[in-house]
């Protein structure tokens, strides 16, 4: 059986940081790029973070290209207070990870996803867990992407539970609603996992310390990473005692989309002033038959915190 070619397109912070380690200790997958995003941090920042987390877990093959640097209808990036105070001011909770021995990718991002859906095709499993300006540009340059690539799943929007930066809208999707839109509204398809199933996955201190117990670099590192994530959730919800496992779900549930329960829909991205980043159901399509996006409803909790812990602590084991 051939091995899953594997993309993940990260504005790397702490949960990104788990979705590159998820992705790297899942079995019968090949992690061929890491695309650069911004939101937790600006695109260069956390295209080295790719490069710091990578190196940590011997991962020194996995190419990061940066991608846009900003958001599709502006001309720059301002990093929100609240980025630094959740995921802290390096964006992997302050701990201090050596320089990569190997810089960036010169391609271009946005470059290197068109190249990989023309090699891969329905082989390509793509995971943007940032906003979507990465992938709308890669339609726009390439318009037959959409029915080209293979599985997407995204780490964004929130259906049936409020937003988490206003009451309509989740991060990711907010940063960019005009290229989540154009995404949503393609003929691609895609698994939206968004705050509705991402909210149900918690990891604690109780997880973080087997990781520190394993007395390996990654391991300690991970846990330093981690706890930070944990304690800054404290300060915004403390009747969680642990974090949301966001972006690593998503890497989940394209590997295994049995995790989620979900249902079909045809959905738009509001881009008005009041609800901007809603995702919704599109209600000019509603009655035409084959939906293109997989809404994420309920999650196996129990049995994705098992994977997780499993994927993540055999890969520490080793570095």
């Not at 293109?292 to 909790?301: A, F, M």
Request: net charge negative; hydrophobic share 40%; proline share 5%.
């Amino acid at each position: 059986m051939a091995r899953r070619k594997l993309i993940l397109d990260l504005d790397t912070g702490i949960d990104d940081a788990m979705a590159i380690a998820y992705a790297l200790g899942a079995p019968d997958v090949d992690l061929i790029g890491i695309i650069g995003s911004y939101g937790n941090v600006i695109v260069e920042e956390g295209g080295k973070n790719s490069l710091k987390i990578l190196e940590l877990l011997g991962a020194t093959d996995v190419p990061v290209y940066l991608g846009e640097s900003h958001a599709s209808q502006t001309d720059h990036f301002d990093r929100l207070p609240v980025s630094a105070n959740i995921h802290g001011e390096n964006g992997i909770g302050g701990v201090q990870l050596p320089e990569a021995k190997r810089p960036l990718e010169t391609t271009s991002g946005v470059d290197f996803l068109i190249d990989a859906v023309n090699q891969y095709g329905k082989d390509l499993t793509l995971v943007p867990t940032g906003p979507l300006t990465n992938l709308a540009a890669a339609i726009k340059k390439d318009p037959d992407l959409p029915t080209k690539i293979g599985n997407v799943t995204i780490m964004g929007g929130a259906l049936t539970v409020p937003g988490n930066v206003t009451p309509y809208a989740e991060a990711n999707i907010h940063q960019d609603a005009e290229a989540a839109n154009a995404v949503f509204t393609s003929p691609i398809r895609l698994t939206m996992v968004g705050l509705d199933v991402t909210l149900r996955n918690i990891l604690t201190k109780k997880e973080t310390q087997e990781w520190r117990n394993l007395k390996t670099k990654a391991g300690t590192d991970f846990a330093d990473i981690v706890d930070y994530y944990i304690d800054a959730y404290a300060d915004f919800d403390a009747t969680l005692h642990g974090c949301v496992l966001h972006d690593p779900l998503a890497v989940g549930v394209a590997l295994d989309p049995t995790l989620i329960t979900s249902f079909d829909l045809n959905m738009i991205v509001s881009t008005d002033k009041e609800s901007y980043g809603r995702t919704i159901g599109d209600t000019t399509r509603i009655n035409q038959p084959d939906a293109n996006i997989t809404v994420g409803l309920t999650s196996d909790s129990k049995r994705y915190l098992e994977t997780f812990m499993n994927y993540l602590t055999k890969l520490f084991k080793q570095n």
